[in-house]
């Protein structure tokens, strides 16, 4: 008797098969009793008659309670009316493993309650097909650059100089060489590889010691960074809009069932095709002001402005060519502007906020080595990285892509810390 899936139930109606899973809910007449397993890959009815089934699987039944692992076996029946289409009549049932007094039941609970149990909700309906959607995403960044004719490039976690500001380092000793920094960006190291290879991208987790509490923000989170050798902001931007959207086209197109599962509005991400609109920072900060916010010229926009500003667009929109002293230092200078740098951000809709960071580099030795002095870092640490401009200096380009923000986007979740397995946050270590 062949053990299969759920998934694939489908395609053994007649036959008698053995599945392996957890017990969502059970219900008993007496003569009937009703068994909904789930396997990961789906879930099914069984269907029991007292009279058909032997006492002890009759009895193992009456012992089952919600997530107890059990082995059943039937006979595989048509049913138009159930979700996946087909029916199990219940002929054994072996129960594996017992699950007594499980915490979550369906009825409601508070977040700090579920975030406590989260490796127990990863079991739920709701936060499978979130963990699909990400999947989806990630494969989706995987496959469009292999398709556009990047390299992959792993970056180093543990690092010797600051890649993004000094605010929110986590610090480790390092033997005799002082301290080393958990990485904020793989960045640094993807420009030295786009003068090898071209066009790359580095993909994994980036930590960041965030004292905030937001809806938008992790210590831990993953980033997608691709850097291009001779690409302008001009065309890092195009090279965004282009991404995104073929991200979003790619669940909408495989994870229906899963957008559907999370009762996701799909109409507004219909919506996202390139190009998107470009506003300046200038004109945004005006925009703002006409829109009630306070915010000034020099100050980076916050949270609620960019909610404000993304609500006049009906898709991503770009923030482009920021003031210098609210962005990193390694954003090249505009030369029509010398008060700002030539880089953006990409806003998504809905109210979900910056989701990718970008910026064309500073090529010029000189002007790099003056802006590290500046914001007080080591260039000793950054010798290395200088040598990128003293050796075939190169106009480049390239940008950051936050994964739990752009799921949390595309999933429509209320927060951030629903888009990743095991969420890190200033206040959470457990799980
Ligand atoms: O700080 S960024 O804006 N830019 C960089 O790190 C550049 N080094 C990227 C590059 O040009 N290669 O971060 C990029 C994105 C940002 O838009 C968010 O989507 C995400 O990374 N991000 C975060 N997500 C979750 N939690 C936190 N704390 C966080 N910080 C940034």
């Given at each position: 008797m062949a053990a299969v899936q759920i998934s694939e139930l489908r395609k053994h109606v007649g036959e008698t098969v053995t599945l392996r899973g957890w017990v969502v809910t059970t219900r008993s007449s007496g003569k009937i009793a009703f068994l909904v397993l789930r396997d990961g890959t789906g879930s099914v009815q069984g269907v029991l008659s007292r009279k058909e089934v032997s006492e002890a699987t009759w009895a193992a039944f009456g012992a089952l309670t919600q997530e107890a692992s059990v082995a059943m076996t039937g006979t595989v029946r048509d049913d138009p009316r159930s979700p996946g289409g087909v029916e199990l009549s219940v002929t054994a049932l072996e129960p594996l493993g017992a699950s007594p007094d499980y915490p979550i039941s369906p009825k409601e609970h508070g977040t700090t309650f579920l975030f406590e149990h989260r490796h127990l909700w990863l079991r739920t309906g709701r936060q499978a097909a979130i963990a699909r959607?990400?999947?989806?995403?990630?494969?989706?960044?995987?496959?469009y650059f292999y398709q556009e004719g990047f390299t992959l490039v792993d970056t180093p976690i543990l690092t010797g100089a600051i890649g993004e500001e000094a605010g929110n380092l986590f610090a480790t000793d390092?033997?005799?060489?002082?301290?080393?920094?958990?990485?904020?960006?793989?960045?640094?190291y993807v420009e030295a590889a786009a003068a090898a290879l071209g066009k790359v991208y580095c993909f994994g987790p980036t930590f960041r010691a965030e004292k905030s509490k937001t809806r938008r923000h992790l210590t831990e989170f993953w980033m997608v960074e691709p850097e291009v050798a001779f690409n302008d902001s001009d065309a890092n931007m195009r090279l965004q809009e282009s991404f995104v959207s073929y991200i979003v086209a790619?669940?909408?197109?495989?994870?229906?069932?899963?957008?559907?599962?999370?009762?996701?509005?799909?109409?507004?991400?219909?919506?996202?095709?390139?190009?998107?609109?470009?506003i300046s920072y200038t004109d945004a900060v005006a925009r703002l002001n006409q829109l009630g916010s306070d915010i000034t010229w020099g100050r980076d926009l916050g949270g609620d402005d960019e909610t404000l500003l993304a609500r006049e667009y009906d898709r991503p929109v770009f923030v482009h060519d920021y003031p210098k002293e609210v962005k990193a230092f390694y954003m090249k200078r505009n030369p029509a502007d010398p008060r700002t740098v030539l880089n953006n951000d990409c806003l998504a809709p809905e109210g979900y906020g910056e989701i990718i960071g970008g910026s064309q580099r500073e090529d010029e030795h000189d002007t790099l080595l003056a802006r590290i002095v500046e914001q007080g870092l080591d260039p000793?640490?950054?010798?290395?990285?200088?040598?990128?401009?003293?050796?075939?200096?190169?106009?480049?380009?390239?940008?950051?892509?936050?994964i739990e923000r752009t799921v949390a986007w595309i999933a429509g979740l209320p927060h951030i810390r629903e888009a990743i397995a095991f969420p890190r946050q200033i206040h959470r270590l457990y799980p």
């Open positions: 959607v990400r999947h989806e995403v990630e494969q989706a960044i995987r496959d390092y033997f005799d060489l002082g301290k080393a920094y958990l990485a904020q960006t793989g960045q640094l790619r669940v909408l197109e495989r994870r229906k069932s899963e957008l559907a599962e999370l009762e996701r509005d799909t109409a507004p991400l219909e919506r996202v095709t390139a190009p998107f609109p470009r000793e640490a950054y010798r290395w990285y200088l040598d990128l401009r003293k050796y075939g200096t190169f106009v480049h380009s390239g940008f950051g892509l936050g």
